[in-house]
Every structure is written in C-alpha cells, then in structure tokens.
C-alpha cells in the first residue's frame, strides 16, 4: 500500500460524457502527478500540481483539467470523452528523503469509454 | 528532457542476475536516474535511484558510468515474481522534467 488512494476503482461510461478522478496523496507529500496509460503502453505524464498550483504539464488534452485543493486532494477531469480515452490512470505524489526523490503511484482507475 | 532508450523485453531464468540498460544521452547535470517496477494494473514501484557510480539497496543495483549516458539495473537472482515491466526515468530532484521511458519487460521462466 502506497498511502495513496484514487476512486473510483473502475468506471464505465459512453462517449461524450464526462468523469471526474479523485486521488488523495500521503500525508504530508504536497505533489501531485497524473499519468495516462493506455493498454500494453507506457505511463504518459499528464500534469503535475505542488501545493495547489500547476507545477509541469506533459501531454494533457484540452478536454481534460486537473486542479489540487486546499486539503491537497487532486481531481482529474475528463471531458468530451472518446473511446481511445479508455485506458488506466495513476495518481502519484512524491517525497525527497535521505536525498532520494521518490513517487508514490496510487492503485490507478480503470476508465471504459463505449 | 531527457529521452530514454530500454529493449523492449527481456527474458531470463530463475536464479539468473538480470541486466537491464538504458540509454539516456541527454541527461543534464541536476538529473538523477531512477527506476521502478511495474506488475499488470498496478502503479510503478520505485526500487533504485542513484547519479553516478554505483547504488545497491536490499533489492538491486545501479551502475552509473562516468559520463551519464546510460545506466544498469541489476537484478540478483531473479525470480519468477519479478516478472514486470522495469522503466528508466531520468529527471532533476525537484520532481520536474521526469519522463518515463517505453519500459523493458522481463520475463523470467521457470
């Protein structure tokens, strides 16, 4: 177990619509970053968020936003869904300890686009 | 960025040491080199990171030559359990500028 925590665990959905992913970082960690994986592919970094603001942005679509709260929970929003949307979703926060800088990647969320 | 080059896969057989290399020609000065695992829907692990030279914890290696330009993940006697992808990720400390790299996946055979 990482600490960190995403729901929904699965979601299931048609095109056109849109979804909302929650991740809560561990305590303590102020980043956090979205990561895109699409079946058999590798992790795509969406966007990163420290402390409430925008920190990096990677390949993130114009239909989809993130923000970072005050409590430092994280939603990633998804719009204007189409299939190739399909794919898991990872949630991760991060620590520099002992001088090594570490993710910590959440169980990910299945989202199914038909 | 830094843009990351591993194989594609890799089998081996229990027992064996296993040696994962990745290229990373670009990496600038303030970049460390990490890396993780990853098992079927799961999130990636972290298991090394290191900047030059070598780096061992309880469960691998990190050979770092001189000049940065590509990296060894050792595996020790590997198990049927470490069959997973394994990805090279080069970036700076502040947690900025990290790319996954395409990842290697290794499978080890009884």
């Known amino acids: 177990d990482s600490g960190v925590t995403q729901t929904p665990k699965h979601l299931i959905t048609a095109t056109g619509q849109r979804v909302t992913l929650r991740c809560s970082p561990r305590?303590?960690?102020?980043?956090v970053y979205w990561y895109q994986q699409s079946l058999d592919q590798g992790l795509q970094f969406l966007i990163q968020?420290?402390?409430?603001?925008?920190?990096a942005k990677g390949n993130i679509l114009e239909r989809f936003s993130a923000q970072q709260f005050p409590d430092l929970h994280s939603e990633l929003n998804l719009s204007s869904l189409e299939l190739g949307d399909s794919a898991l979703y990872f949630c991760a926060s991060s620590v520099v300890a002992g001088g090594i800088y570490e993710q910590f990647f959440g169980p990910g969320t299945r989202l199914t686009v038909l | 960025l830094a843009k990351t080059t591993q194989p594609i896969s890799m089998d081996s057989y229990e027992g064996q040491e296993v040696n994962i290399t990745c290229s990373h020609n670009n990496i600038a000065t303030n970049d460390y080199i990490t890396w993780y695992q990853q098992f079927p829907s799961q999130g990636p692990r972290f298991i090394i990171q290191g900047y030059k030279t070598k780096v061992t914890n309880e469960v691998a290696s990190l050979f770092i030559p001189a000049d940065r330009k590509s990296s060894t993940l050792s595996l020790p006697r590997v198990s049927l359990s470490d069959t997973a992808v394994y990805y090279c990720?080069?970036?700076?400390?502040?947690?900025?500028?990290?790319?996954f790299g395409p990842g290697t996946r290794l499978s080890v055979l009884p």
């Open positions: 990720l080069v970036g700076d400390d502040y947690g900025q500028n990290f790319v």
């Open positions: 305590s303590g960690d102020l980043s």
């Open positions: 968020y420290y402390n409430g603001e925008e920190r």
